[in-house]
C-alpha cells in the first residue's frame, strides 16, 4: 500500500499551475470571463496582472513567468461575433515539458465554445521549434562538469593513499592547506578546458545556441569547478598524522 501511494500520487509528471501573467487592455466583463476560464483549467496560475506586454515579456526574460497572455482592447467589442477576437498568448520554450500543457490550457478553455471561440495566436519564445536538447544540453554541461571534477580530486586522493605517497606528503614541510592548493589547481585548469569543450560541442553538434556573455559564463563556473573538485577532496579524507611524527 505504501509503494501503491507512492507510486500513484509523488510520481506525477504532470505539469499544472503554470506562473501566468495577464496584459487585460480591455478590462471588461468579457476580458476578466475569459481570464476566469483559463484559470479553471488548472493548468495556469494567474501570478500578476501587468499594464503592458513589453513588461509580461520582461517578466518571461526573468523568469517571473512561463506563459504571458495579452488581450487586445477590442476583445469585449468582438467577444461572441463571427469575427472572434485574437489573443496573443507568449510561451516560454526553454522548457519543451511545460510548453505543451500551456499550449492545452488555449485549446477548449471551459465554457469558451461555439460563439464565444477566441483566436488564439502563440508565440514560442528562445526555443522556437521545442527542441528538446535546447532544454536537457545545458542541463548536462552541469552534471557532466560535476561528475568528471568530483571524480578527479577523489580517485586522485585515493590512488594517493594507495601507493602511500600521500603518508609522504603529509609529513613534508607542506602544509595540508598547501596540499589541497596544489591538487585543485592543475583539476581547475583542466575542468575549464572540458567546459570550454562541452559548450563548442553543444554549439557545433547539437546547435544550440548560447545566450549572452560567454565570458561571464566562463567567470560564473569558477566558483563550480572549485566547489565541485572540494567534494571530491572531501569524499577521500586525508591521513591523521601526529606531530611528532613529522619532527
Not at 80 to 89: F, K, N
Not at 188 to 209: I, K, N
Not at 210 to 223: E, H, K, N, R, T
Amino acid at each position: 500500500m505504501v509503494q501503491m501511494g507512492l507510486f500513484g500520487y509523488a510520481i506525477d509528471y504532470d505539469v499544472r499551475h503554470i506562473p501566468t501573467v495577464v496584459v487585460d487592455m480591455d478590462r471588461t466583463r468579457e476580458s476578466r470571463d475569459y481570464v476566469a476560464s483559463l484559470r479553471n483549467t488548472q493548468y495556469l496560475d494567474i501570478v500578476s496582472d501587468l499594464p503592458t506586454p513589453d513588461r509580461a515579456y520582461q517578466a518571461l526574460r526573468r523568469n517571473d513567468a512561463r506563459v504571458a497572455v495579452i488581450i487586445p482592447p477590442d476583445f469585449g467589442r468582438r467577444w461572441g461575433t463571427a469575427d472572434a477576437p485574437t489573443v496573443q498568448v507568449l510561451l516560454d520554450g526553454s522548457d519543451s515539458q511545460v510548453t505543451g500543457p500551456a499550449r492545452n490550457a488555449f485549446l477548449r478553455p471551459a465554457g469558451l465554445s461555439g460563439p464565444n471561440a477566441v483566436d488564439v495566436r502563440v508565440d514560442v519564445l528562445f526555443n522556437p521549434q521545442i527542441q528538446t536538447r535546447v532544454y536537457t544540453i545545458p542541463g548536462l554541461v552541469g552534471v557532466i562538469l560535476q561528475l568528471v571534477t568530483v571524480s578527479l580530486t577523489s580517485f586522485s586522493l585515493v590512488r594517493e593513499r594507495e601507493q602511500g605517497t600521500l603518508e609522504q606528503l603529509m609529513v613534508s614541510p607542506v602544509g595540508r592547506l598547501g596540499l589541497m592548493l596544489g591538487k585543485l589547481a592543475p583539476y581547475s585548469a583542466l575542468a575549464m578546458v572540458e567546459l570550454v569543450t562541452v559548450l563548442f560541442v553543444a554549439r557545433v553538434v547539437f546547435d544550440v545556441p548560447i545566450a549572452g556573455s560567454v565570458l561571464l559564463l566562463l567567470l560564473l563556473s569558477v566558483p563550480f569547478v572549485l566547489a565541485a573538485l572540494s567534494i571530491g577532496c572531501s569524499s577521500a579524507p586525508l591521513p591523521r598524522t601526529r606531530r611528532s611524527r613529522c619532527r
